[in-house]
T-cell receptor, first 113, second 114 residues
Framework: GNSVTQMEGPVTLSEEAFLTINCTYTATGYPSLFWYVQYPGEGLQLLLKATKADDKGSNKGFEATYRKETTSFHLEKGSVQVSDSAVYFC????????????FGTGTQLKVEL | NAGVTQTPKFRILKIGQSMTLQCTQDMNHNYMYWYRQDPGMGLKLIYYSVGAGITDKGEVPNGYNVSRSTTEDFPLRLELAAPSQTSVYFCASNLGGEVSETQYFGPGTRLLVL
């Protein structure tokens, strides 16, 4: 079956540090890939997505590139802020069949002053 | 546009009790989903629906039931609550169709079964 593996957290960084959260996937075929973010006490919201190989998704300074050869979709940000503290989920889905999402376990990010 | 709304926000149940978690969306989305989120885990799909009158099981459907009588509403029913159902439940919706669109999530319902 399909699966998503993320690096374990928590990840603790100082403000303005560089962020990488690793995500790899296992799937038959070529899924769409997503990063969702969950702020404390809230539901998930889409951060960025990529629908085909070599696509780069970007939003709010975050970026991730769909790498077919390494089955990866690592999340990066050049300079994190305290307000980026949240849990980040990598996910995949296939068009059709209900567009169901398969999630990774999430990575908690804590950014300190 | 309220998006996806869920009620209640928090509930405590005794073992064996039943309850319905409500979910409503006002975006005219065809697809709706129920997930549960356990501590330190990702979200697991319980049930989903691709339109009114159509529902299907997800990864962890045991102990739950759903119905979809309208496009807007997708209630989740817990019968005979068990401690293993202590979790945070999220409802989500998706426009659906041939393109994999963004899922929009509600704020969640925190359920504690004692």
């Amino acid at each position: 079956g399909n699966s998503v593996t993320q690096m374990e957290g928590p990840v603790t960084l100082s403000e303005e540090a560089f962020l990488t959260i690793n995500c790899t996937y296992t799937a038959t075929g070529y899924p769409s890939l997503f990063w969702y973010v969950q702020y404390p006490g809230e539901g998930l919201q889409l951060l960025l997505k990529a629908t085909k190989a070599d696509d780069k998704g970007s939003n709010k300074g975050f970026e991730a590139t769909y790498r077919k050869e390494t089955t990866s979709f690592h999340l990066e940000k050049g300079s994190v802020q305290v307000s980026d503290s949240a849990v980040y989920f990598c996910a995949l889905s296939f068009t059709g069949g209900g567009n169901k999402l398969t999630f990774g376990t999430g990575t908690q990010l804590k950014v300190e002053l | 546009n309220a998006g996806v709304t869920q009620t209640p926000k928090f509930r405590i149940l005794k073992i064996g009790q039943s309850m319905t978690l409500q979910c409503t969306q006002d975006m005219n989305h065809n697809y709706m989903y129920w997930y549960r989120q356990d501590p330190g885990m990702g979200l697991k799909l319980i049930y989903y629906s691709v339109g009114a009158g159509i529902t299907d099981k997800g990864e962890v459907p045991n102990g739950y039931n759903v119905s979809r009588s309208t496009t807007e509403d997708f209630p989740l029913r817990l019968e005979l609550a068990a401690p293993s159902q202590t979790s945070v439940y999220f409802c989500a919706s998706n426009l659906g169709g041939e393109v994999s669109e963004t899922q929009y999530f509600g704020p969640g319902t925190r359920l504690l079964v004692l």
